[in-house]
Structures are given as C-alpha cells and as structure tokens.
C-alpha cells in the first residue's frame, strides 16, 4: 500500500508563489507517473501537472503552463509542485497521485493512489 502525504498549501495573494510537496510513504514507491489535480468548490477534479519517473517527461495542462513546474526527487520519492504567479482562480484542493501505468498522465483513472489534499487559496 502506498501513501501520499501533501504539504504546503496555504493562503496566498495574486501574483505570489507556493511550493506544495507530496511524500510517499509504506513502500518505496517505482511508480510510473505522479501527477497534481485540484478541485474547487463546484467543479470537477481536473489536471494540472504530471512527471514521469523514469524519464522525467513532464505534462501540464493549457492553464498553468508557464507557471507551474512539476518535479520529482527519486531518492526520496518526493514530488513538489512549483507554483508562481498565482491567480484568484488557482483556488482549489490541490491532490497527489501516484499511478502504476503508463497511461495518459492527465486522466484521473491512471492513477491508482490519492493524497488527502491541500487547500491553497489565492486572494485578489
């Protein structure tokens, strides 16, 4: 069984920055690709960035590009979600996930592990 713990969410004002970090724990971890999604109030889980492990290719989806930057530490099994020039409506729960498959790293059925999630609010 694999857990993932996120951290460093918080409150922060338009334009700032925030580091979110997730950490597995219970096994060490070889997954094929780690990945962030969100979800604001309302609204459906989406993607938002995703590393493979071995080859370090990285996706992001159309609305953080540029912003964001996903990597991954592999000694420490370690993903941290970069994230500068916030905006108002980067405001969601933000989840780590861990899948076992080379599937499509921006479709929630790749992954087969989900964090608890960390709230991260940005104010205008």
């Known amino acids: 069984q694999v857990q993932l713990v996120e951290s460093g969410g918080g409150l922060v004002q338009a334009g700032g920055s925030l580091t979110l970090s997730c950490a597995t724990s219970?096994?060490?971890?070889?997954?094929?690709?780690m990945g962030w999604f969100r979800q604001a109030p309302g609204k459906e889980r989406e993607f938002v960035a995703a590393?493979?492990?071995?080859?370090?290719?990285?996706y992001y989806s159309d609305s953080v590009k540029g912003r964001f930057t996903i990597s991954r530490d592999n000694a420490k099994n370690t993903v941290l979600l970069q994230m500068n020039s916030l905006k108002p409506e980067d405001t969601a729960v933000y989840f780590c996930?861990?899948?076992?498959?080379?599937?499509?790293?921006?479709?929630?059925?790749?992954?087969?592990?989900w964090g608890q999630g960390t709230q991260v609010t940005v104010s205008s």
């Open positions: 996930a861990a899948g076992t498959t080379y599937g499509s790293p921006a479709i929630k059925s790749t992954y087969a592990y």
């Open positions: 590393v493979r492990w071995s080859s370090g290719s990285t």
């Open positions: 219970g096994r060490t971890f070889s997954g094929a690709t």
